[in-house]
């Protein structure tokens, strides 16, 4: 085989790496998103139970980076506190090893099995769950791909002059070796598709054992620098994380090469060629850990004196997008107004999400973050609806006019949600602390079906929001009655359960109704969304679609 075709086949395995781990991700995320911000969400006791839950998330992922995505937006909601956020990164960290230590073996024995595996599901499945989980196993089975075709373009490189050269202008440069491998993973945005790499080019003998110690360490640089680049413009909860998590792998790295000299005689037990990449990852990451876990508290207050931010009185506080000067343009104004409104409806997603976790065993602190959010919402929608009113007072077309009113009464609505979060289903989880009762089996269930009913009505009143499309809209309102039976069933279940005497239901009557009953006014208002679309249609009536006359519901 010639060099060109070589360099191609290279070439080629490396975008087949990058590609399918990116793919991997993308069916992880689909399919356990929500279960990964569960973890999150609940590793806020101490410092290794957020280790742990990065560790999990990463894993899963398959990408720290992508850890880093959904930590921070945890934080710059308020939900978790910095030290706890560094804390996850650090697991984070630890987690990505996991994914080359598995790749390590060599697994292209079952790569056809998991590519019939991955393909059925994704072409077959009926549950969306299950089809990405079909597109997460078609991504290993091609990262196992990529790491063969990598692994035998490299064999017959290493007597190729050029790249001889070019390591051997890093052999013996373990600084400059960090800087070119931190560069290069940061240009394939993911560490974990370049470690890969350095493994399959070690397996084959390309690369020395303290050459590719050096090119994982900045391996390890590259993925901080790629968590940095992509929350960089983010908030200043944002930035510290990022910012710590890259300042713990650089001073890691240096330390590491700085004591290079007295660590070379435990290399050997590291193991060889591609084993001994994987080993020296997982060694590095697992040494971040034990140094820096203990010291997170400690870095969380450097950064916070750091990266300072003012914080304002919420009365005046100004939302990003409303621009006084756009007000002479109705449609920037708007169009300002619309991404204010987009951003309250996500904080009060995720207020409706963490709403449900108040009733559990560290609901206090659950709830402390819901108000703060709760805060957010009345400050906005206050602010929305002044500009707005502003705006109308200015020459304006009827369309202009009508959708600034749309805006104000989502928002309201929005606000009406937080309220209802805050004032009523906050005091019912801290009532039900205060009695000690808890509720039966099946009555948890019910609530907790009825507002993950809730949180999926949440996300479909955004889509109607931003699309104004009439099928989704529709969608929303059929939901809010299909809502109502399930309603009306788990009352019914309750009442029976009290029938029969079930002595946590008598206990937990007036609560698990209240419950239901909020859960119920909460979609209604988010439902009210796709009024305006649909009356614009004709289609909607008596408040509600008319089921009796599908023919008022063309298409």
Same mark, same amino acid.
């Given at each position: 085989?010639?060099? %060109? ?29 929500? /279960?990964? /911000? ?28 992508? +850890? ?20 996850? *990164? ?10 080359? %230590?598995? !790749?390590?073996?060599? &697994? ?5 099995? !998991? ?57 013996? %440069? ?36 303290? &050459? ?27 930035? /510290? ?22 660590? %070379? ?20 990451? &697992? ?26 009185? =919420? ?79 200015? =020459? ?45 089996? $099946?009555?948890? /269930? ?11 009505? +949440? ?12 099928? *989704? ?24 359960? !009290? ?35 649909? $009356? ?12 009796? $006359? ?6």
């Amino acid at each position: 085989m010639t060099g %060109q075709a070589l360099l191609i086949s290279l070439l080629g395995g490396i975008a087949l790496l990058v590609w399918a781990t990116r793919l991997v991700r993308t069916g992880v995320e689909r399919a356990l998103g929500e /279960r990964l /911000r569960s973890v999150i969400a609940g590793a806020t006791r101490n410092r290794v139970t957020a280790l742990t839950s990065g560790v999990l998330v990463a894993t899963a992922l398959q990408s720290s980076s992508a +850890a880093a995505m959904l930590i921070a937006s945890f934080a710059e909601r308020g939900l978790i506190a910095l030290g706890v956020a560094l804390a996850m *990164m650090l697991g984070a960290d630890v987690g990505s090893t996991l994914v080359a %230590q598995a !790749l390590a073996f060599d &697994l292209r024995p079952v790569a056809p099995a !998991l590519i019939v595996i991955g393909v059925g599901l994704f072409t077959w499945a009926a549950s969306p769950f299950l089809r990405n989980i079909g597109r997460a196993v078609i991504g290993v089975a091609l990262m196992i791909v990529a790491l063969g075709m990598i692994v035998g373009a490299s064999e017959p490189l290493r007597n190729d002059w050029l790249l001889s050269i070019i390591l051997g202008r890093l052999e013996g %440069q373990p600084v400059l070796g960090v800087i070119v491998a931190a560069l290069l993973a940061w240009g394939l945005h993911s560490s974990v598709a370049f470690v890969l790499l350095v493994m399959a080019l070690a397996s084959g003998g390309t690369v020395s054992p303290p &050459l590719a110690l050096a090119l994982v360490l900045g391996a390890n640089i590259g993925s901080g620098l790629i968590a940095f680049g992509m929350n960089v413009g983010g908030g200043v909860a944002t930035r /510290r994380i990022v910012t710590g998590n890259l300042l713990f792998r650089i001073a890691g790295a240096v330390a590491a090469l700085a004591a290079l000299p007295l660590l %070379q005689p435990l290399l050997p037990l590291l193991g060889e060629g591609g084993r001994f990449v994987v080993n020296v990852h997982t060694a590095f990451n &697992l040494a971040l850990a034990a140094i820096f876990l203990p010291l997170t508290a400690v870095a969380a207050r450097l950064l916070e004196g750091w990266l300072a931010e003012p914080k304002p009185s =919420p009365g005046e506080r100004r939302l990003d997008y409303l621009d006084e000067d756009a007000l002479e343009q109705p449609m920037v104004a708007l169009s300002g107004a619309s991404r204010e409104v987009l951003r309250t409806a996500e904080t009060v997603e995720v207020m409706l999400r963490e709403a449900i976790l108040a009733f559990g065993p560290d609901g206090e602190e659950r709830a402390k973050g819901v108000r703060t959010l709760d805060d957010r919402v009345d400050t906005a929608q206050e602010q929305i609806k002044l500009y707005l009113t502003r705006l109308t007072r200015k =020459p304006m077309s009827e369309e202009d006019s009508r959708k600034a009113f749309d805006l104000i009464l989502f928002a309201t609505n929005l606000e009406h949600v937080g309220d209802i979060i805050d004032k009523n289903l906050l005091e019912l989880a801290a009532k039900r602390r205060r009695l000690g009762v808890n509720f039966s089996e $099946e009555g948890w /269930r019910e609530i907790k079906d009825l507002h993950a009913r809730a949180v999926e009505q +949440a996300r479909l009143a955004v889509t109607v929001f931003v699309t104004r499309d009439p099928d *989704m809209a529709r969608q929303l309102v059929r939901a809010k009655d299909d809502v109502r039976a399930v309603e009306r069933r788990a009352t019914a279940n309750h009442l029976r359960r !009290l029938r029969d005497g079930a002595v946590a239901s008598l206990e937990t009557s007036s609560l698990h109704l209240d419950i239901l009953r909020d859960l119920k006014r909460i979609i209604a208002h988010l439902t009210d969304v796709a009024h305006p679309i649909l $009356e614009a249609t004709g289609e909607l009536r008596r408040s509600r679609l008319s089921e009796a $006359e599908p023919a008022a519901l063309p298409g």
